[in-house]
């Protein structure tokens, strides 16, 4: 994900503005995390327009009493926590088809019995099982509409998230798919921006800085949001817009993190900000995930490594970008602090641990495609790639947001974030150079003990 940062001079102001491109997530529910105790959440309605929500729950009673509720409703055996649940998808999609209604898949399959990581992926021909692997336990729809663990509060992975990586990487297609976002503003809201602050000159007062903030806002207007790989409604496509928002809040001090973390906003120093100067800031996975078995018949995926990066550029005057020279050392400081302290953040803000669930789905479906487990289980999953018997693409597609802005008197120079996007390629993750040794065989000795044998007729997941 990026997030741009336009630096202009004016002296002698000590004024530092921060302008954030911002796109919010579901349609139907708003869904967030935590900033300090209230839970918060982003919505995007039938227009696109994004609108942020927080929900009070100071006692956490509401919690408690949303968790009895689903406590009592779920299968005892699925609330039970697991250090590995196992699913299998061939069977579990022909239960889905053996339903009254397959359009309407059961409250275990939606969230695929309680999974909360993809930690393992295994192939059984002799049986025509291919099995997801991972710790789960039960779940509950927290208050700003985000489904998470009824005890550790990690969110479950979905079935509309792995169907949407599935259909990204079928099977008998080895095109290599890139997934992203991204969130851009136009050239002409640039040039706008860059008109206007050279109309202001280089004085400025702190009475002027309500005046700056929304004549920037106006200025930039509507910002454009682009999504590849996969359908733009999709709620895998909006939780990577999401988390490049939040991300994006926090850099430039719109939303106070849930763990120490310095911002960008904090470690910018004007002195060092280039004139024009556009950051560009985004989340790619760390593509050393992945260890496979000799035998190809078990794949592990390993760590919590999603990286922020960034990428330096500048604004003409005719609101072109071009690629800069020297690197702004705040942002490199920002990207690598929040990386070092990512698997905290995702701990502590559920929708960095689904942005790494989003990436471990897809690079266990291009795994599934690479390596023809489709053709060894003798498994067309029908049902699971098709949108007309299972419906994923149900959201409203964001296609344009307005800039947030943040003003704060610091220094002598005028400091604008701009921008998002995500980048994930799961064929890297499966280049030769980035597969990880699998010492004393220990994920294939891990598949032998996974037995599918014994299996009841119907039954789809086990532990």
Same mark, same amino acid.
């Given at each position: 994900?990026?997030?741009?940062?336009?630096?202009?001079?004016?002296?002698?102001?000590?004024?530092?503005?921060?302008?954030?491109?911002?796109?919010?997530?579901?349609?139907?529910?708003?869904?967030?995390?935590?900033?300090?105790?209230?839970?918060?959440?982003?919505?995007?309605?039938?227009?696109?327009?994004?609108? $942020? #929500?927080?929900?009070?729950?100071? =006692?956490?009673?509401? /919690?408690?009493?949303?968790? +009895?509720?689903? *406590?009592?409703? @779920?299968?005892?055996?699925?609330?039970?926590?697991?250090?590995?649940?196992?699913?299998?998808?061939?069977?579990?999609?022909?239960?889905?088809?053996?339903?009254?209604?397959?359009?309407?898949?059961?409250?275990?399959?939606?969230?695929?019995?309680?999974?909360?990581?993809?930690?393992?992926?295994?192939?059984?021909?002799?049986?025509?099982?291919?099995?997801?692997?991972?710790?789960?336990?039960?779940?509950?729809?927290?208050?700003?509409?985000?489904?998470?663990?009824?005890?550790?509060?990690?969110?479950?992975?979905?079935?509309?998230?792995?169907?949407?990586?599935?259909?990204?990487?079928?099977?008998?297609?080895?095109?290599?798919?890139?997934?992203?976002?991204?969130?851009?503003?136009?050239?002409?809201?640039?040039?706008?921006?860059?008109?206007?602050? $050279? #109309?202001?000159?280089?004085?400025? =007062?702190?009475?002027? /800085?309500?005046?700056?903030? +929304?004549?920037? *806002?106006?200025? @930039?207007?509507?910002?454009?949001?682009?999504?590849?790989?996969?359908?733009?409604?999709?709620?895998?496509?909006?939780?990577?817009?999401?988390?490049?928002?939040?991300?994006?809040?926090?850099?430039?001090?719109?939303?106070?993190?849930?763990?120490?973390?310095?911002?960008?906003?904090?470690?910018?120093?004007?002195?060092?900000?280039?004139?024009?100067?556009?950051?560009?800031?985004?989340?790619?996975?760390?593509?050393?995930?992945?260890?496979?078995?000799?035998?190809?018949?078990?794949?592990?995926?390993?760590?919590?490594?999603?990286?922020?990066?960034?990428?330096?550029?500048?604004?003409?005057?005719?609101?072109?970008?071009?690629?800069?020279?020297?690197?702004?050392?705040?942002?490199?400081?920002?990207?690598?602090?929040?990386?070092?302290?990512?698997?905290?953040?995702?701990?502590?803000?559920?929708?960095?641990?689904?942005?790494?669930?989003?990436?471990?789905l897809a690079v266990a479906a291009a795994f599934l495609q690479e390596h023809d487990y489709y053709g060894k289980a003798n498994w067309k999953p029908d049902a699971l790639l098709s949108e007309d018997k299972l419906a994923v693409q149900t959201y409203n597609s964001p296609v344009q947001v307005e800039s947030a802005v943040n003003a704060i008197w610091k220094g002598s120079q005028l400091l604008t974030p701009i921008g998002g996007g995500v980048t994930v390629r799961a064929h890297e993750a499966l280049a030769t150079d980035n597969l990880l040794e699998d010492k004393d065989h220990k994920v294939e000795k891990l598949r032998?003990?996974?037995?599918?044998?014994?299996?009841?007729?119907?039954?789809?997941?086990?532990?």
């Amino acid at each position: 994900m990026s997030l741009r940062r336009l630096g202009l001079q004016l002296s002698g102001t000590g004024l530092a503005v921060a302008c954030l491109v911002a796109v919010g997530v579901t349609p139907h529910v708003a869904r967030g995390q935590a900033t300090g105790t209230a839970p918060a959440g982003v919505i995007v309605d039938a227009e696109g327009v994004l609108r $942020r #929500q927080t929900f009070a729950d100071p =006692t956490g009673q509401l /919690t408690r009493q949303r968790i +009895e509720a689903a *406590r009592a409703k @779920l299968n005892p055996k699925v609330t039970t926590k697991s250090k590995l649940r196992k699913v299998s998808l061939p069977r579990m999609e022909k239960a889905l088809a053996a339903l009254v209604d397959p359009s309407h898949p059961t409250e275990e399959m939606l969230h695929l019995a309680g999974l909360q990581r993809i930690q393992y992926v295994f192939l059984y021909p002799e049986t025509g099982d291919i099995v997801i692997a991972g710790p789960a336990e039960g779940w509950v729809e927290d208050l700003a509409g985000r489904v998470v663990g009824m005890t550790t509060g990690r969110p479950v992975l979905e079935l509309q998230d792995l169907v949407v990586a599935l259909r990204a990487y079928p099977p008998g297609d080895n095109t290599e798919t890139m997934i992203g976002c991204s969130i851009d503003p136009t050239p002409e809201g640039l040039a706008k921006m860059q008109q206007f602050l $050279r #109309q202001q000159g280089s004085q400025a =007062t702190p009475g002027q /800085t309500q005046f700056i903030v +929304e004549s920037l *806002r106006t200025c @930039l207007g509507l910002q454009k949001v682009r999504i590849e790989g996969v359908p733009p409604n999709t709620h895998f496509a909006q939780v990577m817009v999401e988390a490049d928002y939040r991300m994006k809040l926090i850099g430039i001090g719109l939303e106070q993190p849930p763990v120490k973390l310095t911002s960008w906003v904090e470690r910018a120093s004007t002195s060092s900000v280039g004139r024009n100067a556009l950051q560009r800031w985004y989340f790619m996975p760390d593509y050393k995930c992945v260890r496979v078995s000799e035998g190809d018949t078990a794949m592990e995926l390993v760590g919590d490594g999603v990286k922020l990066v960034g990428a330096d550029e500048v604004v003409g005057a005719d609101g072109q970008r071009k690629q800069a020279g020297k690197p702004d050392a705040a942002s490199r400081s920002f990207v690598n602090g929040f990386t070092k302290k990512y698997p905290e953040l995702a701990e502590k803000s559920p929708v960095y641990a689904q942005l790494r669930c989003l990436i471990d789905l897809a690079v266990a479906a291009a795994f599934l495609q690479e390596h023809d487990y489709y053709g060894k289980a003798n498994w067309k999953p029908d049902a699971l790639l098709s949108e007309d018997k299972l419906a994923v693409q149900t959201y409203n597609s964001p296609v344009q947001v307005e800039s947030a802005v943040n003003a704060i008197w610091k220094g002598s120079q005028l400091l604008t974030p701009i921008g998002g996007g995500v980048t994930v390629r799961a064929h890297e993750a499966l280049a030769t150079d980035n597969l990880l040794e699998d010492k004393d065989h220990k994920v294939e000795k891990l598949r032998e003990e996974v037995s599918v044998k014994g299996l009841a007729d119907g039954q789809w997941w086990w532990d």
